[in-house]
């Protein structure tokens, strides 16, 4: 049996594990040595926090194929770490404008922006570095095909344009549809990446592949509508950070459109999508099946 | 006989036009479509610009080794949107607040920040997906290694870290040795990745490596040596980008330590380490030694 809270504390504790160990002066290190400052910033913005969902989707993608846990654990961490890089980013003053992250000052007040600004860039930039890298994986063309998937997730048709449409939106407005692609780009791209490159690391057939991408899509929507909802529902507290800043900021969101109870609905139809995409699959699916079911019941 | 003018202009309009067709709606898309003003603010950033030095390394280092230049174009084309995104970046008004940049506006006062900042990390990403892309060399184990070198060279312990050590010293002061390692990673190191990327293309040997990386380090200090030489020589209008600011903002260089003669003599001797660091090629490495006389001699 599959046991959701146990797998994905695991997970969080090798995540933190593995980026405090990327995250040091010698792995850092390049024609020079990384200044301390910058590695200060770096850690700052992703030790000690997030629930590492998304390392936690390469882990489950890959055991469908019968990869233990450890040989999907550096992709893991190249996905976090361009996590990390866009909350980063996107808390700056020039765009969210957030002071809070996880319970802490975001890493632009912590440090000032331009360092803010250099440290995403650098854990951008070392995500690829760590798929590149030949512990990522033995076969020279699955690292590739990895780089390649997480260049396409996070890049201008990814996370960063979907985040380039959410400030285009404040001004302009979007439509429901305008919405949903969106937030395909700025949250689903990168959950969309880490299922593939999950299979990806275990070999996946081209049909394998698709359906865990219809998975991944879903899940992705799945994610977002809790998301968004807890902004309206949660505390403050409990999330770690700011709430009701989407309606305050003018942002459109689905519970908008759609109210709490519609996005609810709409939620759980999201994650029925999501599971019966892994219908051919056995029981090694059911980690991705368990955080499916997750989005639908998370409280923070 | 090598023609430095006419292989660097040919090098420079063939990047104008690998840059215009790969900054386009079609190759930005991914699980959604690029939106346009991210790819305008990608191409107004990254086209109509610039010496292209660092792509002219990529093909000079690879043609070392016999390799034609469209075989290291897609390799260059990378390298050049990892140094675009750094100048956008760099100008902002939380580094370096620059308003000019090629004789035009800089990105963020044509767009603004928050655009700036996502067309900086969409150039950054999309630079790795062009050197893992099966066009850019037929085995992956040559693009792996590729995409490992920019890592390297514009990370934490490259490009960014002297950026972040450039700032970092602008308010605490920086000793002679200081500079030159701020230096060796801020401007060096993308260049010495330009160099060793063309010689991977091409297959080197590690001696032959060894001897390029050493040439690559040494033509790295003379260009920073000929900017910080103009800097204080060339007005603005010669240079499309606001000149004498070294001094205005503090930053320490070279020619402060040593003087505007003193400046030229050393970057005379780094010169010539950088030929001699080529004793060992034929005429085939003909274009690197122009490119090194070239920074020697360089008037904008």
Same mark, same amino acid.
């Given at each position: 049996m599959y046991d959701f809270r146990s797998d994905s504390a695991d997970c969080a504790r090798e995540v933190e594990k593995g980026l405090a160990a990327w995250l040091g002066t010698e792995r850092l290190s390049g024609p020079g040595p990384a200044p301390e400052r910058l590695i200060a910033a770096m850690r700052h913005g992703s030790l000690e926090g997030g629930k590492r969902l998304r390392p936690l989707l390469v882990r489950q993608a890959a055991a469908v194929f019968g990869m233990p846990a450890a040989a999907s654990a550096q992709a893991g961490l190249a996905v976090e770490m361009v996590h990390c890089y866009s909350l980063i980013h996107d808390d700056l003053p020039a765009m969210d404008d957030d002071d809070l992250r996880r319970g802490r000052p975001t890493v632009h007040k912590a440090y000032d922006d331009a360092t803010a600004i250099?440290?995403?860039?650098?854990? *951008?930039?070392?995500?690829?570095?760590?798929?590149?890298?030949?512990?990522?994986?033995?076969?020279?063309?699955?690292?590739?095909?990895?780089?390649?998937?997480?260049?396409?997730?996070?890049?201008?048709?990814?996370?960063?344009?979907?985040?380039?449409?959410?400030?285009?939106?404040?001004?302009?407005? *979007?439509?429901?549809?305008?919405?949903?692609?969106?937030?395909?780009?700025?949250?689903?791209?990168?959950?969309?990446?880490?299922?593939?490159?999950?299979?990806?690391?275990?070999?996946?057939?081209?049909?394998?592949?698709?359906?865990?991408?219809?998975?991944?899509?879903?899940?992705?929507?799945?994610?977002?509508?809790?998301?968004?909802?807890?902004?309206?529902?949660?505390?403050a507290e409990q999330m770690g950070k700011a709430t009701g800043k989407d309606a305050a900021m003018g942002k459109q969101t689905l519970v908008a459109e759609l109210g709490v109870d519609g996005a609810r609905q709409r939620l759980n139809q999201t994650v029925s999508e999501a599971l019966s995409a892994l219908r051919t699959f056995g029981p090694k699916a059911d980690g991705l099946r368990a955080t499916a079911r997750y989005f639908a019941t998370r409280e923070t």
């Open positions: 250099l440290a995403g860039d650098a854990l *951008l930039t070392h995500a690829f570095a760590l798929l590149a890298d030949p512990a990522c994986h033995p076969q020279a063309d699955v690292r590739v095909a990895l780089v390649l998937e997480l260049a396409q997730g996070s890049g201008a048709g990814g996370m960063v344009g979907g985040q380039m449409r959410d400030i285009e939106g404040e001004s302009a407005g *979007l439509s429901g549809a305008e919405i949903s692609t969106m937030q395909a780009m700025k949250t689903g791209a990168l959950i969309r990446a880490a299922v593939r490159m999950g299979a990806l690391l275990g070999g996946a057939d081209p049909r394998a592949l698709s359906a865990l991408t219809a998975y991944a899509e879903a899940a992705g929507r799945a994610f977002q509508l809790a998301d968004d909802i807890l902004d309206v529902t949660a505390t």
